[in-house]
């Protein structure tokens, strides 16, 4: 097995009759950010504890760059930062002294936990709140701090539980370019959200869990080709009198066409008709102004498995 | 095991417990406490030429039970309230070992504990200006003070990571500190008096004549009134029976009690009376006497004038400490307890508590 990035195969794990995580197999590669996406209750966040090394699986093999944290966690913790879905924060702790402190019990000399510090909090946004303590952070300073947290030891495999949430618009650009540019080091990123559209700008990648498995990679492949819906606004039109021309050109029946605000609702299987539909439009003459999918190729996958399995 | 990362996980414990208000507030107290303590005990202890030794047992004493009655608070949450508060999950994916972890606690709430004796160290040194203090009590009685205040640090600390619920660990340190202090001294009492022995009482008093008034004298004659060797004791009435505790039996459950460890380990001074001169001394004295088999056919002679019974000083010489044993036992049971706690706080974890999460 030469995967540097995360294996897991077969893994699964109960508490009581509680089954969280009953079947999840799936590779992350390194260079490349891959997502976590599932439903509330899919056992995401017990699959990273798992791969963080903090939980034992019940069966299945997990290896973090090579290694299995279950019988080395020492070595796995050394490559592995991981980031928890809430930042447990030593509550009088400056942000700085925060980093510091993992630093040190990750094994950095003093010095080199102190600059490390200095350093990630420039990386994190956070470099006027260093010295404040962490009780006085917002939810999304918090979250940064968290990831910075993780960042200390210069891991090789990260570890993402909901990094985007309680960020503002801006800080989650510096997200995603951050976690472009760790991926583009060479690094194995896995980022769990359920804010799909954030993941959509963000990801290579995204293995689905529902009811603690992942889904195939054919289903995801089904759900994904399904009929989508894309949304078209004409130039200087509203909807409702963009409707009659919009079905006239793409030859449906104009009763069958949603209106939401100034758009029309078109459903397509695929992109390929997706694009037919468009040359169409413009071939009639119609002033098209937006022609984009209503949702993004995760969100609709998500939904579809979600409304599979329901 | 590593030092350094030991003396962080202590030092991150410590940094936040210095940092809050109510730190400073509870050792206020404490100090406060500890002036009263001393007023009043140079007062009880005037009596005597050296003050010094009463007033300084009694602040010893007073330190170690506030020590007792805080340090479960300290450190009976230090692990299962990070977990609670998420914070130990992320010192559980560094290279910090679990052992580093739950030993770096103990650490920390063994210190907290100590700094409340550095509170009272003035109150000591006070104490020493009443006269008559040995150099020798003074390292003993610190170096038990030390070593009690790690056993309950330990067992707080223990407790918190055998414990799932950090209220549930708390109160269970508390039970454990009460069961040493208060519990000790009922199962011994209790338990004592329940295994009580039958005892036949006979008493000899000194005879006198019934018509002058006179004693009746060994040698015939009647003036040996000065001399109570030389006058004849008789038997008066039938012996009689009554059931007397077996303290001797039990005395050995007291030498679990934290206080008990602290005064028969230190070496305690008595007055030219052969009575002891400070609180070390006397609880000793108590605890030594129960040693001591009661005889089960006692006379009481009024013509023996040996008979007044040894004296503390004499007890104590005759009888054996017990100290060692006592902490003995609480460090091997804390010891035991730590260990507990680390294999049940170790990760990757298999089994949870039920109603835990890890982080």
């Given at each position: 097995m ?7 195969e077969?893994v ?8 969280a995580?009953r ?10 950010v ?15 504890l ?15 760059g090579g ?30 002294e ?7 019990l990750s ?5 080199a936990?102190?600059?490390?510090a200095?350093?990630?909090?420039t990386t ?7 010295d404040?303590?962490?009780?006085v ?15 200390v ?6 570890l993402?539980?909901e990094?985007a949430?309680?960020l503002?618009p ?19 990123v896995?980022v ?8 959509e ?5 995204a293995?689905f869990?529902?009811?603690g498995e992942?889904?195939?990679s054919?289903r995801v ?11 078209i606004r004409?130039?200087?039109?509203d ?18 066409l ?13 992109d390929?008709a ?9 071939s ?11 949702s993004g ?11 599979g399995?329901r | ?11 991150l414990d ?8 109510s730190?400073y507030?509870?050792?206020g107290?404490?100090?406060?406490v ?8 140079f007062?009880?202890f005037?009596?005597?030429d ?6 300084y ?27 609670d508060?998420?914070?130990l ?13 739950v030993l ?5 709430a063994w ?5 409340f004796?550095?509170v009272?160290?003035?109150?000591l040194?006070?104490?020493?200006f ?19 205040t ?14 799932a ?5 708390v109160a269970?340190?508390y039970?454990?500190?009460a ?6 001294p ?18 000899l008093t000194?005879q006198?004549?019934?018509t ?18 030389q ?28 206080f008990?460890?602290?005064a ?8 030219v ?9 006397q ?6 006497q129960?040693q ?25 010489a005759?009888?054996v400490?017990?100290w060692?044993?006592g ?15 680390v ?13 835990t999460?890890?982080?």
């Amino acid at each position: 097995m030469t995967n540097a990035g995360i294996v897991a195969e077969g893994v699964r794990r109960s508490f009581g009759n509680v089954h969280a995580v009953r079947g999840v197999t799936f590779q992350a590669p390194e260079g490349a950010v891959t997502g976590l996406v599932g439903p509330n209750g899919a056992g995401k966040t017990t699959l990273l504890l798992m791969l963080a090394s903090l939980l034992a699986p019940d069966a299945g093999t997990i290896r973090i760059g090579g290694v299995d944290p279950v019988a080395e966690p020492a070595a796995a913790r050394a490559k592995l930062g991981w980031m928890p879905d809430s930042l447990g924060a030593w509550p009088s702790l400056s942000a700085r002294e925060t980093i510091s402190v993992t630093g040190r019990l990750s094994g950095l000399s003093p010095a080199a936990a102190t600059s490390r510090a200095t350093e990630l909090l420039t990386t994190v946004g956070l470099e006027t709140l260093g010295d404040a303590p962490a009780r006085v952070l917002s939810r999304g300073q918090k979250q940064r701090l968290g990831l910075a947290r993780a960042l200390v030891h210069d891991p090789q495999v990260l570890l993402l539980d909901e990094p985007a949430s309680g960020l503002d618009p801006q800080a989650r650009i510096d997200l995603r370019l951050l976690l472009r540019a760790l991926a583009a080091e060479g690094r194995t990123v896995l980022v769990s959200s359920h804010i799909l559209s954030e993941l959509e700008e963000v990801v290579d990648d995204a293995v689905f869990m529902m009811q603690g498995e992942t889904v195939s990679s054919e289903r995801v492949a089904e759900a994904a080709g399904r009929a989508r819906t894309w949304r078209i606004r004409l130039a200087g039109r509203d909807g409702v009198s963009a409707a009659l021309p919009v079905a006239q050109a793409l030859g449906l029946d104009v009763a069958t066409l949603p209106v939401d605000r100034r758009d029309v609702l078109v459903s397509f299987e695929g992109d390929a008709a997706a694009a037919a539909g468009l040359t169409a439009l413009v071939s009639a003459g119609l002033p098209v102004a937006e022609f984009s999918a209503a949702s993004g190729i995760l969100e609709h996958t998500f939904l579809d498995l979600e409304g599979g399995a329901r | 095991m590593n030092a350094s990362r030991l003396w962080t996980i202590a030092r991150l414990d410590l940094t936040q417990r210095i940092r809050t208000i109510s730190w400073y507030v509870l050792l206020g107290v404490f100090a406060v406490v500890l002036v009263g303590t001393t007023a009043l005990s140079f007062l009880s202890f005037s009596y005597l030429d050296d003050s010094g030794p009463g007033v300084y047992s009694v602040v010893v004493l007073v330190t170690l039970l506030l020590i007792v009655l805080v340090s479960p608070t300290l450190s009976g949450n230090s692990i299962n309230g990070d977990r609670d508060a998420a914070t130990l999950a992320p010192l559980q994916v560094t290279q910090a070992t679990t052992t580093e972890i739950v030993l770096g606690k103990f650490l920390a709430a063994w210190l907290t504990g100590l700094t409340f004796a550095a509170v009272a160290v003035p109150f000591l040194v006070i104490a020493t200006f009443g006269g008559g203090v040995e150099p020798i009590t003074v390292l003993a009685s610190t170096a038990i003070l030390v070593a009690e205040t790690g056993v309950v640090a330990a067992f707080g600390t223990a407790l918190s990571g055998v414990l799932a619920r950090p209220l549930f660990s708390v109160a269970a340190t508390y039970l454990v500190v009460a069961a040493l202090t208060i519990g000790t001294p009922i199962a011994f009492g209790l338990i004592g008096s329940s295994i009580a022995s039958e005892r036949t009482e006979r008493y000899l008093t000194a005879q006198y004549d019934p018509t002058t008034g006179a004693p009746v004298c060994e040698d015939g004659t009647t003036n040996c009134a000065s001399d109570l060797s030389q006058q004849v004791c008789e038997e008066e009435g039938p012996p009689t029976t009554s059931r007397i505790p077996r303290f001797d039996y039990v005395w050995w459950i007291l030498a679990a009690n934290p206080f008990v460890i602290l005064a028969d380990a230190t070496p305690s001074g008595f007055t030219v009376d052969g009575y002891p001169d400070d609180l070390f001394g006397q609880t000793k004295y108590a605890v030594r006497q129960a040693q001591v088999a009661p005889d089960l056919d006692y006379v009481y002679d009024e013509c023996d004038p040996e008979q007044n019974g040894p004296t503390a000083e004499e007890v104590v010489a005759s009888t054996v400490p017990s100290w060692f044993i006592g902490l003995g036992g609480q460090v091997i049971v804390a010891t035991l307890l730590l260990w507990w706690a680390v294999s049940r706080t170790r990760t990757p974890a298999r089994r949870l508590p039920p109603g835990t999460r890890i982080a």
